[in-house]
C-alpha cells in the first residue's frame, strides 16, 4: 500500500476556485447583455453568438490536435473569446466573418503564441479590429434594434450608432446635431444600434459589479479607463459644447463600459500589478477619447486597449513592487 | 500593543474541529518495539553520533552531539538497545543516517540533562529545535550577537487541521509562560508578549489569567494564513519589518513557538531533555487525537492508535497541509519538527490537473512577501535563474499561499523552492564579483 501513497510539493490543499470556474463566471457576468441582445435583435443575435462560439472552440480544438498539444477547451476560454467575439460584431454579420474572425481571435492571436496566457493582446479585439479594416462595410451594417414583441423573426433595418451620427454630423454640418442622436434613456438600456454586447450599458454595469462582487476583477482598471474618458470628455465639452457629446453619453456609448469591465480587464492582457493597471486605464481612457475627438473613428475602445496591451509587459516588469523587506538599490 | 497586521494571506478551510477540544493522550510504547532516530532533524549540521550497536540505551541519554554551531543533541526516547546506526526513513532525505533503539523497559523516568553553565549551554544540551516546524536549533535563536528587546511567543497556529500548539496552550498554559520569562530574563529583554489567533478563544482566556502575574502581553491575532510566519509575526505585533535575508533579530526580536517555550522550561527547571513532542493526528483516520509521542515512533503506530485508517489512504503528510512534507513511507518516523500526521484519502485531495497561467494576479494578491509569483513561474519554467534572483525569490518563505490560489494549479511554491539552490549560487557569484 505505501508505495501507491501520492508525494507533491505542499501545499496539500487548494483554493475550490480553477481557472475553467473563473471563466464560467465571466460568462455569466455578460449573461444580462446576451439576453438582452437576443431581446433586441432576436434571431441575428441568437445565430451570432451560437456561430462565434461554435467557431471558437472548434478552431481551439482544431489547433491543439494539429500541433500535437493538449487540448485546452476545458479551460472555458474559448467559450468566452466566442461569446465577447459576438458581443463585439453588429447583430447580422455573415457566417463568414464570423468564421474569419473566429481565426483571427484564436488561431492567429491566441493559439499561435501558445495558448491561454501567452498571447500579448486580447482575441476579440484583435479579430474586432481586423475585419474593421478588412470589411468595413460588413462591419459597420448597424441594424436598428427590435424587440422579440415583433417575433424572434424580423428584417433588418440597418441605421446609424450614436457615436457615428455624432461623426457623421461634425463632418457634414461642423457641429453636433443632438436631434440625431439616441437620448441617454436609450443607451443605458440598450434599445440603440451598435455592437451586440455593449448596447444597453446598464446590463454591462450589472454584470461589471457581479465580477467586483465575486472578486474577478478588481476596480483599478474600470474606474481608471471610465474615469479618464469622462474627465477628458467632460473638459472638452465643457470648452466646445457644439463639438461634441456630454461626457455621461461617451461613457455609456460605443463600448466604453463593455471594454472596461470585460475587454481591458482581461487577465491574459492586462497587467497584474496593481499600480501598473491604474496606468493601463487611463492609457486605455486617454487613446479612447483621442481618437473619438480628432480621429476619425467614432469609437476608439478597441484601439486603444491593443494600443495599451502592446505596453503590458513593459508595465509588469518596471512596476514591480518592492517585496516585504527589500532594502531601496 | 495594537495588533498592526500584514499585506496578502489566506483564509483557508481550518477544519480543525476534529481536534482542538480534545485533550492530548500519551502514545504508550511497548517493549519489543523499534525507534528510529534520525540525526539530522534540525536546520544545519546532523548530530554526531555518541553510541555503537548492541549499546544500552536509557531514555534521555545523549546519543548524538551537536556537530557545529547550528547544530544541536540528540537524546534517545525510550529505554533499551540500539539494533542499529545505519540510516532511517526521512521524509524529503529518502534514508538518512539515524539509531534504531529497540524498547526492553517502560519507563516515566529520564537521564537529566548536563545542564552546563550557561542558558544557552542548557538549551543546546537539551537538543531544543524550533517545534514550530523550522527546526532552528534553539540555542542558536538565543544567542543573539546583536541587541534584542522583544520576545514574541507564536501562538498563532495558523496552519489548517493542526491543533498540537493549541492544545498545549490551553494544557500547558503556566510551564509555556514560565518558558517564555526564564528568556526574558537570561536575555534580559523588555517586551514579551504572545499571539494567538482569535479562533482559539479558551487558550487567550487560557493566557489572560497570567498577563498580570508574569507581565507579558496577550495579542489577539487575525485569523489568517501565514500569520506564524516569523516575519509576518513581527510585521503583526511589533510594526518592525524584518530586511531581507535577514533574521528577526536584526529589528530587535526574537520568535519562539509555544512548543518551544513549554520545552525551555521543562530544560531548565525539570532537566528534561527534548525526547517527546505532542503531534496532531487527523484527517482520514477513525479518531483524530493529539498524542505525545516518543521522537522516533514510526507514524504507522500513531495511526494505529488514532483507530486506523479511514478508507484507502492517499496522501499521508507530515506536518500542515500547506507546508508539510508528503511522506513516502508508513516507517517515517516523528521528529522534533513533527507537529501533525495528516491523512487524505484519494476524494480528499483537490484535482491538480494544470492549466496555463492566465496572468490572473490572486498569486500576487495572496504573497504575504509581497512578491509576484506568478512572473516568477515563468522564470522557472524557462530556467532563468538571473531573472528570478533580480525577482527576488529568496525572499520567499515557501508558505504555499500562491499555490493555494492558484486556479489554474500551477506548481508555483515547489518551482521557488527547488530553484532557490541555483539562485542562491548566482546571488554568491554576483557578491563575489562586487568585493573583487
Known amino acids: ?329 | 500593543m495594537p495588533y498592526f497586521g500584514f499585506k496578502g494571506g489566506i483564509h483557508p478551510k481550518y477544519n480543525k474541529s476534529a481536534t482542538q477540544s480534545k485533550n492530548t493522550e500519551n502514545l504508550p510504547v511497548e517493549v519489543g518495539e523499534v525507534v528510529h532516530i534520525p540525526l539530522a532533524q534540525h536546520i544545519g549540521a546532523p548530530a554526531k553520533i555518541l553510541v555503537k550497536k548492541n549499546q544500552q540505551v536509557k531514555t534521555g541519554e545523549l546519543i548524538g552531539e551537536a556537530a557545529g554551531f547550528i547544530s544541536t543533541t540528540i537524546h534517545s526516547s525510550v529505554t533499551g538497545k540500539v539494533v542499529s546506526v545505519g540510516t532511517v526513513e526521512h521524509p524529503i532525505g529518502g534514508r538518512v543516517p539515524g539509531v534504531s533503539i529497540e524498547v526492553e523497559e517502560l519507563t516515566e523516568d529520564y537521564v537529566p540533562i548536563d545542564s552546563g553553565d550557561s542558558f544557552q549551554k542548557t538549551v543546546l544540551a537539551a537538543g531544543l529545535a524550533g517545534m514550530g516546524c523550522a527546526t532552528f536549533p534553539s540555542h542558536v535563536k538565543l544567542s543573539p550577537p546583536k541587541d534584542v528587546d522583544a520576545l514574541l511567543i507564536n501562538g498563532a497556529e495558523c496552519e489548517p487541521y493542526l491543533t498540537c500548539d493549541h492544545r498545549m496552550m490551553v494544557e500547558r498554559t503556566e510551564d509555556i509562560v514560565k518558558g517564555a520569562v526564564i528568556i526574558k530574563e537570561k536575555l534580559g529583554l523588555k517586551i514579551l508578549a504572545i499571539g494567538i489567533e482569535k479562533n482559539k478563544p479558551d487558550a487567550i482566556e487560557a493566557f489572560r489569567k497570567f498577563e498580570k502575574e508574569y507581565g507579558f502581553e496577550v495579542i489577539e491575532l487575525e485569523v489568517k494564513y501565514p500569520q506564524g510566519g516569523e516575519k509576518q509575526l513581527i510585521k503583526a505585533c511589533l510594526n518592525r519589518v524584518v530586511p531581507e535575508g535577514k533574521l528577526p533579530m536584526e529589528v530587535g526580536a526574537i520568535v519562539h513557538n509555544v512548543g518551544t517555550c513549554a520545552c525551555i522550561y521543562d530544560a531548565v527547571e525539570l532537566k528534561k531533555p527534548l525526547y517527546e513532542r505532542m503531534v496532531t493526528v487527523t484527517g482520514a483516520v477513525k479518531e483524530p487525537k493529539n498524542l505525545m509521542v516518543k521522537i522516533g515512533t514510526p507514524i504507522s503506530k500513531l495511526i494505529e492508535y488514532c483507530g486506523g485508517f479511514v478508507g484507502e489512504p492517499k496522501k499521508i503528510v507530515m506536518g500542515g497541509p500547506m507546508m508539510g512534507l508528503a511522506v513516502t513511507s508508513l516507517d517515517t518516523p516523528v521528529m522534533k519538527g513533527t507537529s501533525g500526521i495528516l491523512v487524505y484519502s484519494e476524494s480528499d485531495l483537490p484535482d491538480l490537473t494544470q492549466y496555463n497561467c492566465m496572468r490572473c494576479g490572486r498569486c500576487i494578491d495572496a504573497c504575504p512577501m509581497e512578491l509576484i509569483p506568478s512572473a516568477m513561474d515563468r522564470f522557472v519554467v524557462k530556467e532563468l535563474y538571473e531573472s528570478l534572483a533580480d525577482w527576488h525569490v529568496m525572499n520567499c518563505i515557501e508558505c504555499g499561499c500562491c499555490s493555494y490560489v492558484c486556479p489554474s494549479r500551477r506548481t508555483l511554491v515547489g518551482g521557488f523552492k527547488t530553484s532557490k539552490r541555483q539562485v542562491a549560487r548566482i546571488l554568491k557569484e554576483r557578491e563575489d564579483n562586487k568585493n573583487d
Open chain 1, 1 to 329: 500500500m505505501t508505495d501507491k501513497l501520492l508525494v507533491t510539493f505542499s501545499p496539500h490543499d487548494r483554493d475550490t476556485m480553477t481557472t475553467n470556474k473563473v471563466m464560467m463566471l465571466v460568462v455569466l457576468a455578460l449573461l444580462p447583455s446576451i439576453l438582452s441582445s437576443v431581446y433586441f435583435y432576436g434571431h441575428y443575435a441568437i445565430k451570432g453568438y451560437l456561430l462565434t462560439v461554435i467557431f471558437c472552440v472548434a478552431l481551439e480544438y482544431g489547433f491543439d490536435k494539429i500541433s500535437g498539444r493538449k487540448t485546452q477547451i476545458k479551460d472555458n476560454s474559448a467559450l468566452l473569446t466566442g461569446i465577447l467575439l459576438a458581443m463585439n460584431m453588429p447583430a447580422g454579420a455573415p457566417w463568414w466573418i464570423m468564421l474569419i474572425g473566429a481565426f483571427i481571435a484564436i488561431t492567429v492571436s491566441k493559439s499561435a503564441y501558445g495558448g491561454l496566457g501567452q498571447n500579448p493582446f486580447n482575441p476579440a479585439l484583435v479579430a474586432r479590429v481586423f475585419l474593421l479594416i478588412a470589411w468595413p462595410a460588413e462591419m459597420t451594417a448597424w441594424i436598428k434594434p427590435q424587440t422579440v414583441m415583433n417575433g424572434l423573426t424580423f428584417d433588418a433595418v440597418s441605421t446609424a450608432t450614436p457615436l457615428g451620427a455624432m461623426k457623421t454630423d461634425l463632418l457634414a454640418k461642423g457641429h453636433v446635431v443632438m436631434e440625431n442622436i439616441a437620448p441617454m434613456t436609450d443607451k443605458l438600456i440598450g434599445s440603440v444600434s451598435g455592437c451586440m454586447g455593449g448596447d444597453s450599458a446598464l446590463l454591462v454595469l450589472l454584470g461589471g459589479a457581479f465580477l467586483l462582487q465575486q472578486r474577478i476583477i478588481t476596480w483599478h482598471i474600470p474606474v481608471s479607463f471610465i474615469g479618464t474618458v469622462f474627465v477628458l470628455t467632460g473638459l472638452y465639452w465643457l470648452v466646445y459644447p457644439d463639438q461634441t457629446i456630454n461626457p455621461l453619453m461617451h461613457i455609456i456609448s460605443g463600448g466604453v463600459m463593455l471594454g472596461a469591465f470585460f475587454m481591458a480587464t482581461d487577465y491574459v492582457t492586462s497587467p497584474m500589478v496593481k499600480r501598473a493597471q491604474l496606468i493601463f486605464g487611463i492609457g486605455c481612457g486617454l487613446i479612447t477619447v483621442v481618437i473619438r475627438l480628432f480621429g476619425s473613428y467614432p469609437e476608439g475602445v478597441a484601439f486603444a486597449i491593443l494600443i495599451i496591451n502592446a505596453f503590458v509587459p513593459i508595465l509588469d516588469n518596471y512596476m514591480r513592487p518592492k517585496s516585504f523587506g527589500e532594502e531601496a538599490k
